[in-house]
């Protein structure tokens, strides 16, 4: 399975973004979407997850803000970031865990979008 994330950019503080994470090739399932981000000169840290019954769960520095929610038909998965802070400047990747079609567990990540956070 390979991800593309997009929807990154610049956004002034208190703004909003939408960052969208599209699946591509074949898989059992896929059975948790993650978001991570990386902030400059920082390790990478867990943001969300969504889950196959559609449970969410959030980084508490991002929760009441950040939206994470999925469309199975399109394969895609989106981050809503809303009132947005300096502190969310990082680049941000998507990440799944799923089953093979050969019935084996994997994982794949994508390539990164870059969400800075400025006046």
């Known amino acids: 399975v390979q991800l593309q994330a997009s929807g990154g950019g610049l956004v002034q503080p208190g703004g909003s973004l939408r960052l969208s994470c599209v699946a591509s090739?074949?898989?059992?399932?896929?059975?948790?979407w993650n978001w991570y981000r990386q902030p400059p000169g920082k390790q990478r840290e867990w943001v969300a997850m969504?889950?196959?019954?559609?449970?969410?769960k959030y980084t508490d520095s991002v929760k009441g803000r950040f939206t994470i929610s999925r469309d199975n038909a399109k394969n895609t998965v989106v981050l809503q970031m809303d009132s947005v802070q300096p502190e969310d400047t990082a680049v941000y990747y998507c990440?799944?865990?799923?089953?093979?079609?050969?019935?084996?567990?994997?994982?794949?990540w994508g390539q990164g979008t870059l969400v800075t956070v400025s006046s």
């Open positions: 990440n799944v865990y799923g089953t093979s079609t050969t019935l084996k567990p994997f994982t794949s």
């Open positions: 969504i889950i196959r019954d559609d449970s969410t």
């Open positions: 090739g074949n898989a059992f399932s896929i059975n948790t």
